[in-house]
């Protein structure tokens, strides 16, 4: 593996890092919690003018089709400055199963307006007191007539209320799992904002006797199950990436705060008990990176990722966590206000923790591979 980023590497990484400082602070980021719409549309248009909603869409579709490791990169930097935005949702989840499993009609009709910032696609899977799992999928469509009728409810929706169409995870009769393209703006579905501790864009959705034309199904009426974890480990790495991003950051302000702070007359990094913080925190982040690397490079080379994607997320929202806590204790009493900085960081390692697939269900993921 090149532990080498390449010239156009360090470009794009410059390129995100410089827009994010300027479109995507802290302090706009102290603007957009828990209000819609949820992101700064400076920064959106911005992605959408470097061409960066379009990462992960083949170019034939108007896309850049970067691999999972450039994605790597961008997701860094996100993470870095606690970025909001639905570019995961809807131009990397979304689209990524819109390229897997859409028809070349689907693709010529979404993928480019995903690219142009004309569509904001989401996806919705989770349900109340369900589980990450296949089993937690319990919505059914039914068959009336000439069309399909879709009832009950989804939580935790990302970005719902600014969407134009959603993809919803279904259980068929047979047990197969189906996804279906439904307008945002359908008779019969309605929304709720859902608060959560770092106030992302989340609504719970609940569709009644919403009516889906058959070119609207997503998978050919096949058991997309499979393409659907293979989506989502790619996703895992990312969020990974961000997660150690976002560890990188919540350090450098430990080790900036260690240097400022006095106490006995000398700055507070001189005292062991928290030069060793440090280093421990510096080993693990620096570890999380590596082992997201790893991850998406093992994608580039046909190599099996699942394990991997599941390391990665584990390892980088753990160490997220961690780190962010220990950037609090260092600050003291300081860390836990809103005025700090610490706080968002450590909001946003729980809450990644707690995204796509959580930290229990890799476990057992991981556990039964290794088990057999």
């Not at 945002?184 to 309605?190: A, C, D, L, P, T």
């Not at 199904?217 to 990974?240: E, F, S």
């Not at 440090?278 to 990176?289: F, T």
Request: charged share 25%.
């Amino acid at each position: 593996m090149d532990l080498e980023f390449n010239q156009d590497q360090e470009i794009l990484r410059n390129s995100v890092s410089g827009m994010c400082s300027q479109f995507a602070d802290l302090k706009s980021l102290r603007e957009i919690e828990g209000k819609e719409p949820g992101y700064s549309t400076e920064f959106w248009n911005q992605l959408i003018n470097l061409g960066i909603t379009g990462t992960c869409i083949p170019e034939k579709y108007t896309g850049l089709d970067m691999d999972l490791l450039d994605t790597c990169i961008i997701y860094e930097e996100f993470g870095k400055n606690l970025v909001f935005s639905p570019h995961f949702i809807s131009c990397f989840l979304g689209a990524s199963l819109i390229a897997k499993l859409g028809t070349e009609k689907q693709k010529k009709t979404f993928l480019p307006s995903l690219v142009n910032g004309k569509i904001i696609l989401t996806v919705a899977w989770l349900e109340e007191g369900s589980s990450f799992h296949k089993k937690g999928i319990n919505i059914s469509p039914k068959q009336k007539k000439e069309q399909i009728v879709l009832n009950g409810k989804k939580q935790m929706v990302p970005y719902f209320s600014v969407s134009q169409y959603v993809i919803v995870l279904c259980k068929e009769k047979n047990g197969f799992i189906s996804s279906y393209l439904v307008n945002s703006n359908e008779k019969g579905i309605s929304s709720r904002y859902q608060p959560n501790h770092v106030g992302e864009n989340l609504h719970e959705v609940n569709f009644k006797d919403v009516s889906i034309k058959e070119e609207m199904i997503l998978g050919n009426g096949k058991d997309i199950w499979p393409q659907w974890k293979d989506v989502v480990d790619d996703a895992l790495v990312l969020i990974g990436a961000q997660a150690s991003g976002g560890a990188e950051k919540a350090l450098s302000l430990a080790v900036q705060y260690s240097k400022e702070r006095e106490a006995f007359g000398q700055p507070i990094g001189g005292f062991q008990s928290i030069a060793h913080y440090l280093a421990d925190a510096l080993v693990e982040v620096e570890a999380s990176k590596l082992l997201c690397y790893e991850a998406a490079w093992a994608k580039q080379n046909g190599k099996e990722l699942r394990r991997l994607a599941s390391m990665a997320k584990i390892q980088s929202c753990e160490t997220f966590r961690a780190v962010a806590s220990v950037t609090i204790q260092i600050y003291g009493g300081l860390g836990f206000t809103l005025e700090a900085d610490p706080q968002l960081f450590f909001r946003r390692a729980k809450h990644l923790q707690n995204s796509l697939w959580d930290y229990s269900y890799l476990r057992n993921q991981l556990s039964e591979e290794i088990l057999g």
